[in-house]
């Protein structure tokens, strides 16, 4: 069985900087395409960034050039946050496409809340 630990979440001004971390467990799962998704008050689920194996990289539009996503290993993933909106508020999970056949798991979340 696959389980994703998020870090990081937290409170921060506007301008501010945070960064999620996300670390898998499960042995003998070879792990795909990882990633970051949020879901604020109201709204869908949407994605903000995932990074392939081979380090392909694909952000949404709100949050290109201020996020960055690394792949620190084959089963951990961070997201860099820089010049936080109060827009970008939100619960953030992490996603992980792994197994054979592939199953996607998600994390419990993680508050980010940005103030104005």
């Known amino acids: 069985q696959v389980q994703l630990a998020e870090s990081g979440g937290g409170l921060v001004q506007a301008g501010g900087s945070l960064r999620l971390s996300c670390a898998a467990t499960?042995?003998?799962?070879?792990?795909?395409?990882m990633g970051w998704y949020r879901q604020a008050p109201g709204k869908q689920r949407e994605l903000v960034a995932s990074?392939?194996?081979?380090?392909?990289r694909t952000y949404a539009d709100s949050v290109k050039d201020r996020f960055t996503i690394s792949r620190d290993n084959a089963k951990a993933v961070s997201l860099q946050m820089n010049s936080l909106k109060p827009e970008d508020t939100a619960v953030y999970y992490c996603?992980?496409?792994?197994?054979?056949?592939?199953?996607?798991?998600w994390g419990k979340g993680t508050l980010v809340t940005v103030s104005s």
């Open positions: 499960g042995n003998g799962f070879s792990f795909g395409s």
């Open positions: 996603r992980a496409d792994a197994g054979r056949p592939l199953m996607t798991y």
């Open positions: 990074i392939t194996r081979t380090f392909l």
